[in-house]
């Protein structure tokens, strides 16, 4: 046997393999039939292109990574958590949404506490300075994550806070997200680094060996100052937050949130049980669990390629299930699985009004144009959707009746549901929901009416790229 033919049966050998291979993960692992079929053609048809893509996109490390996503020092943080040694506030709450609270305790195995502070703060001309006067009056800790963090602009007004609070004795600790982080150049790491901030990168992308599982992403925001103050929701650090100097308001409108009161302890306790698997030295627990501060009952519920895999969606889809009047969406990016897309019609069929603001100017368009291929069914279910006529709207909301509302992270994409690392402060409060219906109505104002006879009206062209796009959804 010559060496040509020698190798060439070896290189058939192992392609023959690796098709196999990642045709029979994709059968045994995928949850959804239509994406194992897909998996298993492009594996079989494309024997080693296919299995670096499937390796890349489609190989779900939900099982293979949860035991290290959660390592032994992750469970003695969440042991320590003194918000679990208290009684749960769901007696305080609505008798209606009484069942929605149990659901959120069986899934996220945090209590419902009392006492709470939540204020919505509006783009970056309000969320910046309170963040930064924060950072500037912490005498304990400083913990922060954040899956962009542009230094340049508003960023670099973050490190210089960061390192005058490290020069004065505070622990100052930074989540920098290993891909969110290159949204910025030159990166965040090094102006950190140059100041003398203690960060680590979350799953560092790299090139030998090579980081096959890159979809997998901390897009949670976290701001927690000595324990009793905290910021999140889905603002990153960016100078587009910000009004311009000519006066025109932001190029990114979002919704951040300041917090304060017991469930502080639980947003803290997600940054060091990430910072903890990031390879950092765990840091002490709460000694001193933070004071009453308010009267919204709230809740932190974790979601991510682990164990804590559709967490939120369940919420969503439970809360959804028990809205009675109205249920208000406003989200970046618009691609709901279909379990929750089955649950907003069946809400608008039986009477709740149903609205979901998208915005018209997106900065990926891809987005909107399959958002708009999957609006057709809730068109037609009764629900309401209006595109906002302005900058681009990166707010993520999510509001039942005016009551029960998510300050969090993540959109009501794919991605968000399934690959990114997420997290989402419940809160039960009459006042916070008026607040954010009120913000809600306006920018409703601002929003054209897309109808289901607009969605009907398409020409063939857009149809076609709308539904291209779509069927890639899962993996924008």
Not at 229 to 240: C, D, E, H, Q, V
Not at 409 to 427: C, G, I, K, Y
């Amino acid at each position: 046997m010559s060496a040509d033919t020698l190798f060439y049966l070896v290189v058939t050998g192992l392609s023959l393999a690796g098709s196999l291979y990642g045709a029979a993960h994709a059968l045994l692992n995928s949850r959804d039939p239509r994406s194992a079929a897909a998996w298993v053609a492009i594996c079989v048809f494309l024997p080693i292109a296919g299995l670096l893509l499937y390796l890349a996109f489609g190989k779900n490390r939900i099982r293979t990574r949860a035991k290290r996503l959660h390592s032994p020092s992750d469970s003695v943080i969440a042991g320590e958590r003194l918000a679990m040694e208290s009684a749960d506030a769901e007696h305080l709450i609505a008798p209606e949404y009484r069942n929605l609270a149990y659901l959120g305790r069986a899934t996220s195995g945090n209590p419902l506490l009392a006492g709470n502070t939540v204020g919505p703060l509006l783009n970056g001309d309000e969320a910046y300075p309170a963040m930064l006067e924060a950072i500037r009056g912490a005498r304990r800790f400083v913990h922060l994550a954040s899956y962009i963090f542009d230094a340049r602009g508003i960023g670099a007004e973050f490190v210089q806070a960061l390192a005058d609070a490290r020069a004065r004795g505070v622990e100052v600790r930074v989540m920098l997200d290993a891909f969110g982080e290159l949204y910025g150049l030159p990166r965040a790491g090094a102006a950190l680094e140059e100041a003398g901030v203690e960060f680590l990168r979350f799953l560092p992308l790299r090139l030998f060996p090579p980081t096959l599982g890159f979809n997998l992403r901390n897009h949670r925001k976290i701001l927690v100052i000595d324990g009793h103050l905290a910021f999140t929701g889905g603002m990153n650090i960016r100078s587009k937050h910000l009004s311009r100097p000519d006066g025109r308001p932001p190029k990114v409108l979002d919704v951040h949130f300041r917090v304060q009161g017991p469930v502080v302890a639980q947003i803290d306790a997600v940054f060091r049980a990430d910072w903890a698997f990031s390879g950092g030295a765990v840091p002490a627990a709460l000694l001193v669990q933070p004071a009453p501060a308010g009267d919204a009952e709230c809740r932190v519920i974790v979601d991510g390629p682990n164990e804590d895999l559709d967490k939120l969606l369940w919420v969503l889809v439970g809360a959804i299930s028990l809205a009675r009047s109205s249920i208000k969406i406003m989200t970046p990016y618009f691609l709901p699985p279909r379990e929750l897309t089955v649950a907003l019609q069946t809400a608008a069929l039986r009477g709740v009004e149903v609205t979901v603001i998208l915005p018209a100017t997106n900065n990926f368009a891809f987005m909107n144009w399959a958002a708009t291929h999957a609006l057709g069914d809730l068109l037609e279910a009764g629900v309401r959707v209006a595109f906002f006529q302005g900058p681009f709207v990166h707010t993520k909301f999510f509001l039942v009746d005016d009551y029960y509302a998510h300050a969090g992270s993540s959109n009501l994409d794919p991605r968000s549901l399934r690959l990114n690392f997420e997290m989402a402060v419940e809160l039960y409060d009459q006042d916070v929901g008026q607040r954010l219906a009120a913000h809600f109505t306006a920018s409703l104002a601002r929003s054209r009416p897309y109808t289901h006879a607009d969605w009907r009206r398409r020409r063939l062209p857009a149809r076609l790229r709308d539904a291209a796009f779509w069927v890639f959804s899962p993996y924008l």
